[in-house]
């Protein structure tokens, strides 16, 4: 079964448009994106583009390549006190220069929809989410949609990081799956990928998931987004060999990406909500 996160990405906007529609209300999604960097560019564009189809608006702050981390936490400090902005992204990566920690610490949690800043996470961790991380947020949705039962399966996640692996981990826990969270110093990692009723892959390593490592019937979702050798765009995993032994997959592009931006809205449109009413 082809998991078709586009469709359902674009059945959950259109829901939302009407959600928002009928509230009356007009939720304001901030982004700041540091520099000029294409790809980073590119996602803010399609971040407000999603926010005009839904009826969400949005302000953009550009600043420039070589801004201080503390001129980027006084621009998330002026969207924090604007009562008509109601979440605050910042683009990720910032340049190298900047402390990311103290950026993402600065935007206030109640605006945090991308659900990055430790007070969210912490929630997460502690079983009551309040903002979701969007990709692990919108994985969730997915397995939802297609009622793929987590309550006892054997998850396995490859990846750690902050924004991911950590947050998809607490998601499954919390979804109660038991939990293996993989990363570059795992051992036996082939024996433990096996293990896995629900594979997440998000490692940034083109096709590097094979139908050998795969347990038959696996459901596997691709978080990732990697260029192969001939820069064709693909995901973590090896999509056509695996598709002949798991039970459901997602495909790259067209799986997890459109749901990230979906579930972006969704949380903006919640922030929306706690503050006004
Ligand atoms: N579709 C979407 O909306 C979306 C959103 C976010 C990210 N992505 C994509 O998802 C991928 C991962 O993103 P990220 O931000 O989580 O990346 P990241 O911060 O670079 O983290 C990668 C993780 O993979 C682990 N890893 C790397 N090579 C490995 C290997 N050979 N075996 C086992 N583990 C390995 C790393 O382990 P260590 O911790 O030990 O270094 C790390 O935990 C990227 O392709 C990214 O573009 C997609």
Redesign the pocket.
């Known amino acids: 079964m082809l998991i078709d996160g586009k469709g359902i990405s674009q059945k959950r906007l259109a829901a939302l448009r009407a959600d928002i529609a009928e509230s009356g209300l007009t939720p304001c999604l901030a982004t700041v994106i540091v520099g000029n960097d294409p790809a980073s560019q590119m996602y803010v564009r399609m971040k407000h583009k999603a926010c005009q189809d839904v009826g969400v608006t949005s302000v953009g702050v550009e600043l420039g390549e070589d801004v201080s981390t503390e001129e980027v936490v006084a621009a998330v400090a002026r969207l924090n006190d604007d009562p008509a902005v109601h979440g605050i992204l910042v683009q990720l990566p910032l340049p190298g220069h900047i402390d990311t920690e103290a950026v993402i610490e600065a935007v206030s949690p109640a605006k945090d929809v991308d659900g990055f800043h430790p007070e969210n996470i912490g929630a997460l961790f502690s079983g009551r989410p309040r903002f979701v991380p969007c990709?692990p947020g919108g994985i969730m949705t997915l397995l939802a949609e297609y009622a793929i039962p987590t309550s006892g399966a054997s998850a396995v996640v490859?990846?750690?990081?902050v924004?991911?692996?950590r947050p998809m981990a607490a998601l499954l826990i919390n979804a109660d799956a038991t939990v293996t969270v993989?990363?570059?110093?795992?051992r036996n990692?082939e024996d433990e990928i096996r293990k896995a009723d629900i594979l997440v892959s998000?490692?940034?390593?083109a096709r590097?998931v094979t139908k050998e490592m795969v347990r038959p019937g696996a459901v596997v979702i691709d978080?990732?987004?990697?260029y192969d050798e001939d820069g064709k765009l693909c995901g973590?995993v090896d999509f056509d060999g695996v598709a002949e032994v798991a039970s459901a997959i997602t495909p790259v592009p067209g799986g997890?990406?459109p749901m990230?931006i979906a579930t972006l809205m969704e949380n903006t449109f919640a922030a929306a909500k706690r503050q006004i009413c």
Do not use: E, P, Q, W
Not at 158 to 161: D, K, T
Not at 202 to 205: E, V
Not at 223 to 226: A, D, S, T
């Open positions: 990709t490859l990846g750690r990081s924004d991911v692996g993989c990363h570059s110093r795992t990692l998000a490692i940034g390593k590097f978080v990732g987004i990697n973590d997890v990406g990230t």
